[in-house]
């Protein structure tokens, strides 16, 4: 039995030891915690030093939606302004609500940096076609089919329909035959070719729901007829190998219109 005891004092005096530092590093851990939590509750406390949005600028380099716009949007969706807001009280997810409900921003994202600035990057929706109908209804569409109205700061250069439109309704982008979902299909094709794109102005609608083109050089009209998928892409086709082979720049001026209507060919009627 005397050979054993020291071995128990060793043992009780590494347990010990263990327990010392097991301790030991539980009050450094809840140091450290109760400091992180000093600091976040002092920023959390903090009020925001300014409020910085950066608008990203459409492919000509404007904005349709200013920056004093998107403060006094934020100004009028708080209880404060943002500079008397602690940081707790700024949700910066509803910030960039507040903005997407405006009519010209597509997207939002918001954050604060270590400065205690709150930056927000705007990325603006896309105008793709401007409506001025004769019912009187007279909006931008964008490239996804989201209704914008004319901004005060900003007329984008997109081709304008004008005439017989019909009413604009929130579902049309779901009814295949809806002239107003047509009109936005040609707008695409028109804007992915580079050629249509700088040639097409105005698109007229007839009383027959028929189009006719107006082009930026000239003042002659082309008569598209009415939308079809297929035909018409064909007849767009035809117009520009028509304007590039078959008629040159300095013919332009004798023409009053060109009549896309049948098939196979281009119809030029002379002044």
Known sequence: MAKQQPNKLVEFGLRFVQLTQTYGWMVIAVAIGALAISAISSREAAHVETVAPVIMPLQEGEALVTEQELLDRLAASFTKPMSELSLADIDVQRVETV?????????????????????????????????????????????????????????????????????????????????????????????????????????????????????????????LGRYHKTKTLERLRRLKVFYREGLPYEGWRKYKSFDLRFSDQVIARKR
């Open 99 to 223: 903005l997407e409900g405006q009519a010209f921003v597509a997207d939002a994202d918001a954050f604060v940096d270590d400065d205690l600035q709150l930056n927000i990057l705007v990325t603006q929706r896309v105008p793709l076609l401007r409506i001025i109908a004769e019912n009187g209804q007279n909006y931008y569409l964008d490239q996804d089919g989201i209704r914008m109205p004319l901004s005060e700061s900003y007329t984008a250069r997109v081709p304008v329909v004008t005439g017989n439109v019909i009413l604009w309704s929130e579902d049309f982008m779901e009814q295949e035959n809806n002239q107003l979902r047509q009109l936005m299909e040609l707008a695409h094709e028109l804007k992915q070719d580079d050629f249509l794109n700088a040639l097409v102005e105005q698109i007229y609608v007839n009383t027959k729901g028929e189009l006719v083109l107006a082009p930026k050089v000239g003042d002659q009209v082309i008569y």
